[in-house]
């Protein structure tokens, strides 16, 4: 199943990690090619080809790609109470810790009458990706339009694809979501088409185009936010999930197979990568995960993405040449299991987000914990974040300046203007002193 591979007695460095690095290979110029005739169909023929889409990769004939505000009411009427009571838990949790992390304003001061205000002004309007396909994600729906609402995004909407089983309409699940944060539009739409849709606006079916496109999704997916980057903003390049977990020899290993089967199961591309001092706890593992993958449910999916290249068990010599493959790896998700975690935290400079301990699951995080799920994959942690209300935050900085408080720079405006032969630059400010003789 999942390989393990021993680089004890390897000269494993910071320098030199990332060529130890498993990482799932893909054909992303075929894929690129792909999604962009797709896009190019959704802009030339609107609704025609998101339903000719519909039919051809979803097998449904959809009548009417907007979701009726019945049939948003009627998914949360029809909701298991105790998925509707989980949901509203989620909300508030996710709620609290956006609300926390939105940035306050500042006001710099330079001497009398100079200040610069920094300041944050939310988008106008916002896209949310769901995905349908292998699972059902109403935790995606709160990951983000929480993010978006907590940042005062004023339009939110949601698409997600359209299903057969469901009459053509996204999940009911997705729907009752969407309704319990207010949501009143959501389309069934999927795939690098929705994108396109998002980010152009539909005109024929009234979808006004999104300032920022938020969401999960698979690589065609991902290849469509990429290509739509500049014409939108978005959060990152979200492709199949990915965990890594730092483990010394105290990491219970029926703990650290689970967790590995659990992400595993989202998609067969999936990477799942243990990293530890200790081979006893490697192998171990890799017993437990022969016993744990025969008894899930999705064996076969989980099964795949073991045994693909994107994963493994490495074993290394130390913690801090664990530490060093962990930021290479830049895993969306990281989980530390380790006798003394705090200075391996200080280390980890590359990660989606740091589960910390045995009782901190990635699933935790991607429910109830509080945090946002939303998160970059393929290396993505090594430049970008997670979803969050800065996702869908521009921040502006408003400059005042008195009359004295711009003759104090106004010399040395005019040296740096002239330095960079640019003698406009300067006179734009000598011109306010000139008939004063003040200058």
């Known amino acids: 199943m999942i390989r393990i591979e021993d680089l004890r007695g390897v000269a494993l460095t910071a320098k030199n990690a990332q060529g130890f690095v498993p990482r799932v290979t893909l054909g992303r110029a075929e894929v690129d090619s792909t999604v962009g005739e797709l896009m190019s169909e959704v ?46 838990e989620s909300i508030r949790r996710v709620r609290a810790a956006s609300e926390d992390a939105v940035p306050q304003s500042t006001t710099t001061t330079y001497n009398a009458g100079g200040t610069v205000t920094t300041r944050y002004v939310p988008v106008d309007r916002a896209g949310v ?33 359209a299903q057969k089983e469901c009459g053509g309409l996204p999940h009911p699940t997705i729907l009752a979501a969407a309704e319990l944060l207010g949501i009143t539009e959501v389309y069934a739409l999927g795939g690098a088409s929705a994108i396109a849709a998002l980010a152009w606006g539909v005109p024929d079916i ?94 076969e999916r989980v099964t795949a993405a ?23 790896l830049a895993a969306e998700h990281l989980e ?11 280390g980890v400079r590359h990660a989606g987000a740091i589960f910390v301990g045995d009782y901190t699951p990635v699933s935790a995080g991607d429910y109830l914990a509080g945090s946002n799920h939303v998160l970059p994959t ?39 203007a002239r330095a960079e032969n640019l003698p406009a630059h300067g006179d734009a400010v000598t011109t306010r002193f000139v008939e004063a003789g003040e200058l």
Do not use: C, W
């Not at 990706?129 to 949601?158: F, L, R």
């Not at 400059?399 to 740096?416: F, P, T």
């Open 43 to 88: 802009a030339k023929e609107g609704s025609i080809a998101l339903k000719r889409h519909a039919l051809e990769f979803d097998g449904v004939d959809v009548a009417d790609l907007r979701v009726s505000a019945a049939a948003l009411k009627g998914a949360l009427s029809g909701l298991d109470k105790d998925v509707k009571a989980a949901l509203q």
């Open 129 to 161: 990706y769901v995905p349908g396909g292998k699972a059902v994600y109403p935790s995606s729906v709160v990951m983000n339009v929480v993010a978006a609402q907590a940042a005062g995004v004023p339009d939110i909407v949601v698409v997600s694809p």
């Open 206 to 299: 009234n979808l006004e185009p999104v300032s920022v496109i938020t969401g999960p999704g698979n690589r065609y997916v991902a290849a469509a936010k990429r290509q739509v980057t500049g014409q939108v903003g978005i959060d990152s390049e979200a492709g199949p999930t990915e965990i890594g977990i730092i483990a010394d020899e105290t990491a219970h290993p029926e703990f650290v197979a689970a967790d590995l089967v659990s992400q595993a199961e989202h998609d067969e591309l999936a990477s799942a990568v243990l990293i530890t001092t200790s081979m006893e706890l490697a192998t171990r593992v890799e017993a437990a995960l022969t016993r744990q993958v025969a008894q899930t449910h999705h064996a």
């Open 306 to 328: 073991l045994s693909g290249e994107q994963s493994a068990i490495v074993v290394v010599d130390t913690l801090t040449q664990a530490v060093d493959l962990a930021n290479a």
């Open 336 to 346: 530390i299991m380790v006798e003394n975690p705090d200075e391996i935290v200080r």
């Open 378 to 416: 393929a290396g993505g942690a090594k430049f970008t974040s997670g979803l969050s209300p800065l996702t869908f935050l521009r921040s502006q900085q408003v400059v005042e300046y008195d009359k004295a408080a711009l003759g104090q720079i106004a010399e040395s405006i005019v040296a740096l």
